[in-house]
């Protein structure tokens, strides 16, 4: 299984942009899906999640800003970020725990997409 991240890019402040990962491979479900950030000199953090059945959940400082999605049917996961500031330059990094049948699930990590917001 490997996951895709695509859509970063540089945006000026108070701009948007939707990442997009997509997961390929042997693929017999996708439980939660999340993307996380990391910028530079600074720890990974989660930005939000998403569960099977359509749950989210937001760290506080993207509530309102940041809007996470999923389409099963194309095994991808969606950030739609607006109103960006230069704070939110990182790369960005979505992960899902996958299971490849009914008995096993693993997580997987994308290899990271960077976000620069201009000032």
């Known amino acids: 299984v490997q996951l895709q991240a695509s859509g970063g890019g540089l945006v000026q402040n108070g701009g948007s942009l939707r990442l997009s990962c997509e997961a390929s491979?042997?693929?017999?479900?996708?439980?939660?899906m999340e993307w996380y950030r990391q910028a530079p000199g600074k720890r990974r953090e989660l930005v939000a999640s998403?569960?099977?059945?359509?749950?989210?959940k937001y760290a506080d400082s993207f509530q309102g800003r940041f809007t996470i999605s999923r389409d099963d049917a194309k095994n991808a996961v969606y950030l739609r970020m607006n109103s960006l500031k230069p704070e939110d330059t990182a790369v960005y990094y979505c992960r899902a725990d996958v299971q490849p049948n009914r008995n096993y699930e693993y997580e997987y990590w994308g290899q990271g997409t960077l976000v620069t917001v201009s000032s």
């Open positions: 491979g042997y693929i017999f479900r996708i439980n939660d």
């Open positions: 998403v569960t099977r059945d359509g749950r989210t």
